[in-house]
């Protein structure tokens, strides 16, 4: 996603919402008492549905793909995606919904038309897409998230919180203006109190300083769970960077491990929700993307104005509020539209607050 800045700015090779019909309110069900969301920065539907794709693997002089090959390749697309992410596609595809898959007449995506990652946050937790948004610039988002809205509601005062490798997610969530907590860049965890969570901080400072704006994720993940732990958010938001990194440097097997990687990111905090009094059956959880890529192996690393492709998404959804639905067939759904699903799953209606916000996308049978 940092790529972008530079693609966007320097090189200007910049790395329309659903109608529901028959849309059922998602409180319709048991509202939960909290949300998780975990985004997975540029993670294609086509990995996301299909897992590996054979096309795309480095190849020696002998032709092998070498050890990402056999990790991740299998003979039909169902195996690789499991292969790829097995907690989305045991857990969240048999007890939850996901939607978006071109194979069951789905689909979901974008409506900035830019293709890049803060207009895609922006759109995704801000329910509409702003042209004010163009670029991937340190600039304070004038529009309020659903965070920010949440933070704001009665039950959830200073109970919502953010982490996030990418220095600018504390612009896309204005925190200055929110005063939402963000563990970001090489501080994860804001206002380190605990032994733990000052270790956080000191191993993102350890690990080789790879990218200039911030730490791999694992990190990010572990003062995530340390805030969940010490200070129970109601709502927790993480977004998770390595899948774009890698695939701007080209590196296949890197992007592949870094989904396996995200998968068991979600399913530790899933096993870890379920394990705590405050939040086992009543959480749920988000999974989404803030955008896709090229969809041919010439500009699959590639994203943003000049790469359409990039404009088709995915999503996931868990818990309470969330019909045991599985793959959901001929839906489609906006990226817009996620966060009224977040308040929604929370028992909240975030367009009371933020009328223009697309609506949620109906999981209740
Ligand atoms: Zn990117």
Known sequence: MHRA????LVLSIVCTAASLATAVPAAAQPAAKNVVVITLDGLRWQEFFAGADRDYFKRDKNGSGGPAEQRFWRDTPAERRSALMPFVWTTIATQGQIVGDPAANSRAHL?????????GYSELLAG?????????????????????WLNARPGFAGRVAAFGSWDVLPFILNAERSKLPVGTSYTPSPNAQTPRERAINELATDLPRYWEYGPFDAPIVYAALEHLATKR????YILLGETDEWAHEGR??????????ADRFIERVWTTLQSMPDYAGQTALV???????????????????????A?????AFLGPGVAPMGIRTGMTATTSQVAATIAALVGEDFRQGVPQA???????R
Not at 287 to 304: E, F, L, N, Q, V
Not at 358 to 364: E, S
């Open 252 to 261: 296949y097997d890197l992007y592949l491990d870094a989904a396996l990687r």
């Open 287 to 309: 999974i989404t993307t803030d955008h896709g890529r090229g969809a041919t192996t010439k500009d699959w690393m590639d994203h943003g104005r000049d790469v359409p492709a």
């Open 111 to 119: 409506t900035n038309g830019l293709w890049f990652s803060y207009p």
């Open 128 to 148: 509409v897409a702003d042209p004010r948004i163009d670029s991937n610039n340190k600039v304070p988002n004038p529009n309020v998230t659903v965070l920010e």
């Open 358 to 364: 697309a609506p949620a996308v109906p999981l209740a």
């Open 5 to 8: 800045i530079t693609r966007c």
């Open 233 to 236: 958010p109601r709502v927790l």
């Open 311 to 315: 404009e088709r998404t995915w999503m």
